[in-house]
């Protein structure tokens, strides 16, 4: 039995992750906000370095109470919107739903489960560089790998069968411990997203400063160090510190979803990105100083922005 | 026998200070590097809140090699210029002149000694609001303090004279335990001047911020126990962090000296300010987190700034 998928913020990524899955025959059910009938009129445009197309017909919403129950919804929304999902989520939920965050942070899936309390959820931990420039384009520069990481949901086979979906569909997706793949993806997001931020650069820039290298391998050990002290099946090596900065070298110069943020207006992801890593540390007596310290720049820098 | 004075960098400080000993009667020769003609030409104008005045005829030197031996040498330069001390200090020395550094920062004195190693050296804390916008006038806005520190200078009777020197030309001066005035003044310096540079800003704005508030108290704090683990003859303690922001919170929108080397393109006194206190606690097992990422931080931009 196929699968019928529901997107709920369909942008960089869940436009492209959708787009891929309805291109090859899945049932993909799109929320829009501002899009909405600009898609609904032109449908959604995908320009990849994987190859482009464009969806004519497009399952588009505006309200998820027109929506139908979906198998698996997949939340693309910035995290500091996740406080709506209390309202929006339920039309779209049978009792086998499995809800995907793929969002950047820490305590994302902890803090839905509160709110549904049976509900299944995994996080997804998208590998990708894309972006929306234009209402209903997507431009997909780079990579598009998605880890699929249950947080409640026990469900393998389910499981399995998104993770043929989608590498069916072309993106390269697998399954991975929780909480090894949310606090790897807060190794590389810690430092950089904050830092080009405060220091208004890009990743480059900041490994080809010895000063900045060092600060940025200091702040992924900090990382590593708590992820292993508050406890993973597999504890993290340190030299991933190092792998990940020889991969960032490697990339072109980039800005982190943080610094676009910061570069378009838009309001700063500072709590599940930098807050709630520290609070989940102070949770178990361990504290994280440097991240800390950007937290509050972050704070003070987006504290104008808002004003 | 009076006291005959030098002063090493004849700018916001050490014109301010110099032209009221100078006004006051006491012989006072002065160093001048870009307004040395511009001086000698129109005198030195002191505008300032306790009383403005005009120096016609000042004992204006453009090399050192030109004065005479001096009983007290103030040194107020940049401390990013102490390396020319080597060269520019000799002409005025004899035996018993005593080189007070009236500079910023941690370590300046023990380098100083290293070069000269029977020097009389003190530190001058200057708690004053200063500036030099324009050649040959000084513009003081406020306070005027200064705390005089022997480094390595046993005369007492030479130290209250120079006490009572400033004293009667209208300065508030004290004699301080050095480790304690140079820590002390660091408590204010370190999260203040790098602060404002990196988050771009004035220290009311980043005291009117909760965020930012309570990382200047861990920062101030971080000074504080870095200090009394090195040892102080009298342990600071951890309530003068909040005495410090309170006082900064009484105080006019205000730019520490880094930020105004920031916002005029002047190079930043990073190593003295931020690099050596982190070596100096590394040389006694101590660690200074905020401190060290601050230092990165300001590395980076300094960085940029001199390309």
Redesign the interface.
């Known amino acids: 039995m196929s699968l019928k998928y529901g997107i709920i913020g369909t942008g960089a990524i869940g436009g492209y992750y959708g787009a891929k899955l309805s291109k090859f025959g899945h049932e993909v059910h799109f929320l829009f906000h501002k899009d909405y009938e600009f898609v609904k009129a032109n449908g959604l445009q995908i320009d990849s370095v994987d190859g482009s197309f464009h969806l004519s017909n497009v399952a588009a919403y505006h309200h998820t109470t027109d929506m139908p129950q979906c198998d698996v919804v997949l939340v693309c929304l910035k995290s500091i919107n996740n406080g709506l999902l209390k309202e929006i989520l339920p039309p779209l939920l049978h009792p086998n739903t499995l809800v995907i965050l793929i969002e950047n942070g820490i305590g994302l899936e902890a803090d839905l489960q509160e709110q549904f309390p049976t509900l299944r959820i995994a996080a997804g931990l998208a590998f990708i560089c894309s972006g929306k420039f234009n209402p209903g384009v997507i431009t997909h520069q780079s990579l598009g790998r998605l880890v699929i990481a249950p947080y409640s949901c026990q469900d393998s086979a389910l499981l399995k069968q998104i993770v043929d979906d989608f590498n069916t569909a072309g993106i390269e997706a697998t399954c991975s411990d929780y909480a090894i793949a949310r606090w790897k993806k807060a190794v590389w997001n810690i430092p950089f997203n904050g ?1 080009t931020v ?2 208004n ?1 890009t990743t480059d ?2 490994l080809s ?1 010895k ?2 290298e ?2 940025i391998k ?1 702040m992924m050990i900090e990382v590593i160090r708590t992820a292993n002290s508050i406890g993973l099946e597999q504890p993290l090596r340190e030299s991933f510190a190092d792998t990940m900065i020889a991969v960032t070298k490697t990339m072109p110069p980039y800005s982190p979803s943080m610094k676009l943020d910061f570069d378009y207006h838009r309001p700063m992801e500072v709590y599940y990105l930098y807050s709630r890593p520290v609070i989940e540390a102070e949770k178990h007596n361990l504290d994280m ?2 991240t ?6 972050l ?3 987006d ?2 922005r808002s004003e």
Chains 1, 2 share one sequence.
């Open positions: 830092l405060v220091l650069t820039l900041l400063n000063a900045t060092s600060l200091s100083p440097l800390r310290m950007l937290e509050k720049q704070t003070f820098i504290s104008l």
